[in-house]
């Protein structure tokens, strides 16, 4: 398991002041380079959401950030799958025994993240590593986009003790995406991943998020026109 560089700083025990020192201002200089790559992550995805049309050329794009996770630290191997995996556990609730369908969708796409980054995290060569990369899929009866930043340095040694190896940063992000501009056939793509590749099926489900979707549209055109009421009520040169 890993630690937080910052309580890493309480656990150096350099005998000879110098060398505690010189580890302590090592230290420091890894926080900032985690934290500055961190820092570009974010403004990297950011910079997309600022800019859907430009995105929507050459990826799906969320409409904005739903839920952002941030987290770095150094751990105790140079293959932290433990750290990453915890990650990703943290986004997926996956149930064990007696799974339903869509648990089961979902617990399958856990795994296709997992295994996507499989290079990033079995890497254990010396120096500076990053990983970006983005997924779309079916979660609560929406398209979803998980866009994952990792960055980490493996110590050519040991790292600030005997037992660090690698430090370790990443950015999670979650976001929804419009319907509206995705192409029939990704849109039926998804579908057969959530509700099956039996066509009854997927028509079933179709229908249920047309209804839920008519719903939710028929809310905020509510919403609207009550704020509109409300303005104009405030407005009414009568009064």
């Not at 990826?59 to 987290?71: D, H, Y």
């Not at 579908?191 to 905020?220: F, H, P, Q």
Request: proline fraction near 2%; aromatic fraction near 8%; charged fraction near 30%.
């Amino acid at each position: 398991m890993g630690v937080a560089i910052s309580a890493l700083r309480a656990q150096i025990g350099a005998a000879d002041d110098e060398v505690k020192k010189k580890a302590e201002q090592n230290l420091e200089v890894l926080q900032k380079a985690v934290d500055s790559q961190l820092n570009e992550f974010e403004s990297q995805l950011d910079a997309k959401f600022m800019n859907p049309a430009g995105t929507e050329k050459i990826e799906v794009p969320g409409i904005r950030a739903l839920r952002k996770v941030r987290f770095s630290n150094v751990t105790t191997s140079k293959v932290p799958s433990e750290e990453i995996s915890g990650a990703i556990d943290t986004l997926f609730s996956i149930g064990g025994e007696g799974v339903d369908t869509k648990t089961a969708v979902t617990g399958g796409f856990k795994k296709v993240v997992t295994g996507a980054l499989n290079a990033f995290i079995g890497n254990g060569e010396a120096g500076q590593h990053t990983e970006n990369k983005y997924f779309i899929y079916m979660q609560h009866n929406a398209i979803v986009r998980l866009d994952l930043r990792m960055w980490r340095w493996n110590f050519s040694g040991k790292g600030f003790n005997d037992e660090h190896e690698t430090a370790l940063g990443y950015v999670v992000c979650t976001s929804i995406v419009d319907v509206g501009v995705l192409r029939t056939s990704e849109f039926v793509f998804l579908i057969s991943e959530y509700a099956g590749d039996s066509e009854e099926e997927g028509v079933k489900y179709i229908t249920k998020m047309e209804k839920l979707y008519e719903r939710a549209r028929l809310m905020k055109l509510n919403e609207v026109r009550q704020e509109r009421r409300a303005l104009l009520d405030i407005n009414d040169p009568l009064d």
